[in-house]
């Protein structure tokens, strides 16, 4: 129950701060956006400067630290630039693509294996994703693209922390993830800068504060909870987005963005019961290791 109303409390989170960032209206580039977001996060960890000042880290380890601060740029900037182009609906339904695209890339380049169960959860979803975009009934926008490119790009991100994970501990993580991420946006946010009012610097510092705690109650609600357990809950997410969307944005309620978003849960859900059957099958239980 911990784990679930910590996983409640984090849905929450991460809506309010797609429905701050739609409200926002578009005037300032993606980039930009993207830039600020990340630059005002940093402020949550001065009082951890010392801290971060110490670390030490290899260079194969720094590497790829970099290059998945790059990736994930690439995502965020996406991810912003789809907000405000399409409903908040369909860039939460879409974002749900994200774990399919890991599984996908952890048999391609991490040589993990996919069972015939799982292809065919893969398949379900990416129906779902065609139900959602409707390709040849209506015009796929920029939007969607962008959001297709922020799952593949938050994919490639998610598989480089895998082997990072083990060896670096989160804060370290959370913190080169931030830094990296401004550094890289930089010069892309630089290049068509458009001066923000102290109002939108005001909504874009409540979008890190959103995140940051979303981050951090996420992280609560898998120390409590298995993802069996916790996985599923993120998935009220496309409820709340559907309602935010149609009582403070006027976006109406499409049935196939529903119908493709309960597919791609779905699939998702199944993918993620299967892999944690699988953990359990390697794992002895407490009464096997007495042996």
């Known amino acids: 129950m911990v784990g679930v109303f910590w996983m409640v409390v984090t849905g929450l989170l991460f809506v309010g701060f797609t429905a701050i960032v739609k409200s926002t209206g578009g005037r300032l580039p993606a980039a930009e956006t993207a830039w600020l977001r990340y630059v005002l996060g940093l402020l949550f960890f001065v009082p951890f400067a010392r801290r971060i000042l110490s670390i030490r880290l290899d260079g194969p380890t720094l590497g790829l630290l970099v290059?998945?601060?790059l990736f994930h740029a690439v995502?965020?900037?996406?991810w912003f630039f789809a907000m405000?182009?399409?409903?908040?609906?369909?860039?939460?339904?879409?974002?749900?693509?994200?774990?399919?695209?890991v599984t996908v890339g952890a048999a391609l380049f991490l040589g993990e294996k996919l069972a015939f169960r799982r292809i065919a959860a893969i398949a379900v979803a990416l129906v779902g994703a065609l139900v959602i975009l409707r390709?040849?009934?209506?015009?796929?926008?920029?939007?969607?693209w962008a959001m297709i490119g922020t799952s593949l790009a938050f994919a490639v991100a998610y598989l480089i922390l895998g082997p990072i994970s083990k060896r670096v501990e989160p804060f370290v993580i959370v913190a080169m993830l931030s830094l990296t991420v401004a550094l890289a946006?930089?010069?892309?946010?630089?290049?068509?800068?458009?001066?923000?009012?102290?109002?939108?610097?005001?909504?874009?510092?409540?979008?890190?504060?959103?995140?940051?705690?979303g981050h951090y109650t996420m992280t609560l609600a898998f120390a409590a909870a298995p993802l069996t357990v916790t996985q599923p809950i993120t998935f009220l997410q496309l409820v709340w987005s559907v309602a935010l969307g149609a009582v403070f944005f006027g976006e109406g309620v499409d049935?196939?963005?529903?119908?493709?978003?309960?597919?791609?849960?779905?699939?998702?859900?199944?993918?993620?019961?299967?892999?944690?059957?699988?953990?359990?099958?390697?794992?002895?239980?407490?009464?096997?290791t007495k042996f």
Do not use: C, D
Request: no cysteine; charged share 10%; hydrophobic share 50%.
């Open 67 to 69: 290059i998945r601060g």
């Open 75 to 78: 995502g965020v900037i996406a």
């Open 84 to 101: 405000t182009r399409i409903p908040l609906a369909e860039v939460t339904a879409i974002n749900y693509l994200n774990p399919v695209f």
């Open 135 to 144: 390709p040849g009934v209506r015009e796929i926008e920029p939007g969607h």
């Open 185 to 213: 946006l930089t010069p892309v946010a630089l290049m068509n800068w458009v001066t923000p009012t102290w109002s939108e610097i005001g909504w874009l510092f409540a979008v890190a504060a959103f995140a940051t705690a």
């Open 255 to 288: 049935p196939w963005v529903i119908a493709g978003g309960g597919m791609i849960i779905t699939a998702v859900s199944f993918i993620t019961f299967r892999e944690a059957i699988l953990k359990r099958r390697v794992t002895p239980g407490t009464n096997q």
